[in-house]
């Protein structure tokens, strides 16, 4: 089964960057598409960015087109989230997510599901 374990969260003043980093094992990572959700206190798990096999497709909210970079490294089985010019409204829990098949934007496609970090944006 597939496990994966996001890191890289923390507290950043408003206009930092941070970069998230998810780590995935159990199975052939460029078999997946891979996506970033955050959740902020007493809201619903929303899409953020997502990233094909390769890497040659990408797909983002519009919250954070232009800031947001999602990336992925398959020989280190890895997917990253560059988060820059952050502002308050992107403090949140931060969760990586894989799926097989199309690239997909919604919570209920994404089969697998990290434990989640937490980005804290200060203004």
């Known amino acids: 089964q597939v496990q994966l374990v996001e890191s890289g969260g923390g507290l950043v003043q408003a206009g930092g960057s941070l970069r998230l980093s998810c780590a995935f094992s159990g199975r052939t990572f460029s078999n997946y598409v891979m996506g970033w959700f955050r959740q902020a206190p007493g809201k619903e798990r929303n899409f953020v960015a997502a990233?094909?096999?390769?890497?040659?497709?990408?797909s983002y909210a519009d919250s954070v087109k232009g800031r947001f970079t999602i990336s992925r490294d398959n020989a280190k089985k890895t997917v990253y989230l560059q988060m820059n010019s952050l502002k308050p409204e992107d403090t949140a829990t931060y969760y990586c997510?894989?799926?097989?098949?199309?690239?997909?934007?919604?919570?209920?496609?994404?089969?697998?599901w990290g434990q989640g970090t937490q980005v804290t944006v200060s203004s």
């Open positions: 990233i094909t096999w390769g890497g040659g497709s990408t």
């Open positions: 997510a894989a799926r097989l098949g199309p690239i997909a934007t919604t919570e209920g496609s994404f089969r697998s």
